[in-house]
Nanobody
Framework: QVQLVESGGGLVQAGGSLRLSCAASGRSISGYDVGWYRQAPGKEREFVARINWSPSVAYISDSVKGRFTISRDNAKNMLFLQMNSLNRDDTAIYYC?????????????WGQGTRVTVSS
């Protein structure tokens, strides 16, 4: 089992920046693909960014490309999302995710989310 706890959300003005953190416990995130998803009010959860374990390749949603950067620190068992040039469309609850496939079975873990509100 992997427990994930997000932090760093809050209220920020448009054009501002926030850095989200996700602390993992219970098991090392080494070996897991890790990423960020978000859910805006009245919308479905959507993919934001992911870093695969092997190969270590990052994938970024087109909607945040050039503004958001994802990184991971396996030694500290943490995942980060640097968000710059925020706009109102980025207002959402942001969720941390860790996933892997073991012997054909997918293991998928989610945090409780951290709220980001961007004001104009």
């Amino acid at each position: 089992q992997v427990q994930l706890v997000e932090s760093g959300g809050g209220l920020v003005q448009a054009g501002g920046s926030l850095r989200l953190s996700c602390a993992a416990s219970g098991r090392s995130i080494s070996g897991y693909d890790v990423g960020w998803y978000r859910q805006a009010p009245g919308k479905e959860r959507e993919f934001v960014a992911r870093i695969n374990w092997s190969p270590s390749v990052a994938y970024i949603s087109d909607s945040v490309k050039g503004r958001f950067t994802i990184s991971r620190d396996n030694a500290k068992n943490m995942l980060f999302l640097q968000m710059n040039s925020l706009n109102r469309d980025d207002t959402a609850i942001y969720y941390c995710n860790a996933a892997r496939v073991v012997f054909g079975t997918r293991q998928n873990y989610w945090g409780q989310g951290t709220r980001v509100t961007v004001s104009s």
